[in-house]
């Protein structure tokens, strides 16, 4: 059982790793011995995520349906033969991640298959199941069983989450409609998007990141460095959004190229090591 469970979390990695340059470049920032739950959990998030997003031309209502039957049979049996759920099940298991979690993450994605627009109580619901969960869970492995601490970071856990999402949603705004009819910023457009509302919305996300940050700082020494690592690309990330007009962000999928992720990642590391943060 024990090699099982490695080689399924070998495979976790190995799609953090395909998917995402991020997100890889934060875990590996980690102290090593958060790395295997962290990517247990964003397999798991990944997987669901490209069900509902790029599984076209299969019908992805069954194919969700059955990786939400096959999640709870994995956490009520702890053990799976899909290696994705199974080095899930074991992080859940490992760091008590709550189950709640769990089910406002998968209802977020459900939301994906039924909703192209969304009001303000749908966004918020959204952006909690799909992003601010997602920080929850890897708070819960960073604080290993201090639920004082967990609960005293939770709140600047789900403003980081909440940021990186809404950042995602700005970048991906073009394939986002184009490729799925979606627009997930309540009373926004797609075809009259402006400046202004651009504006609006980058103010708040500015917002999230100046409450998350706070949290960051008091996060616990093996997880800090990570998160801060991706806080910065976030950052990063929006700058670059915020220096075009409206019309590009429609237009252009705007990224950090991986020569300047490796560039923050050496300011960042001198920062922290300097204390300055």
């Known amino acids: 059982m024990e090699l099982y469970t490695k080689t399924c979390t070998e495979i976790s990695r190995k799609i953090t790793h395909n998917y995402s340059t991020s997100f890889t470049l934060g875990i590996r920032t980690l102290h090593k011995k958060l790395h295997d739950p962290i990517y247990s959990i964003y397999g798991f998030v990944r997987v669901a995520d490209e069900i509902v997003d790029t599984f076209h ?6 194919l969700l349906t059955k990786f939400k039957a096959d999640t709870y049979e994995a956490l009520e049996n702890k053990i799976s033969t899909n290696p994705v759920l199974h080095a899930f099940q074991n992080v859940v298991h490992q760091y008590n991640i709550d189950y709640d979690l769990i089910e406002a993450f998968l209802k977020s994605m459900e939301m994906d298959l039924y909703h192209s627009t969304y009001d303000d109580g749908k966004y918020n619901e959204y952006i909690y199941g ?34 990186f999402q809404k950042v995602n949603f700005l ?6 409609y184009a490729e799925r009819g979606r627009v997930y910023f309540p009373e926004v457009d797609f075809n009259f998007f402006c400046d202004k509302t651009k504006l609006k919305l980058e103010q708040e996300i500015e917002e999230d990141f100046k409450l998350a940050f706070e949290g960051i700082k008091q996060l616990p020494i093996e997880a800090r460095f990570g998160v801060y690592v991706a806080y910065i690309y976030y950052q990063a990330l929006l700058r670059k959004i915020k220096q075009v007009p409206a019309s590009t962000i429609k237009d252009v999928r705007i990224r ?13 590391w001198f920062r922290f090591r300097l204390n300055v943060i």
């Not at 950090?256 to 300011?267: I, M």
């Open 256 to 268: 950090v190229p991986n020569k300047e992720k490796f560039a923050l990642l050496l300011s960042s």
């Open 130 to 163: 799909s992003a601010e969960v997602v920080g929850l869970m890897c708070l819960r492995v960073f604080c290993n069983g201090d639920n004082a601490e967990y609960d005293r970071l939770k709140a600047p856990a789900k403003h980081l989450g909440a940021a």
């Open 57 to 62: 031309g299969h019908n992805k209502t069954d």
């Open 171 to 176: 970048r991906d705004m073009k394939s986002d």
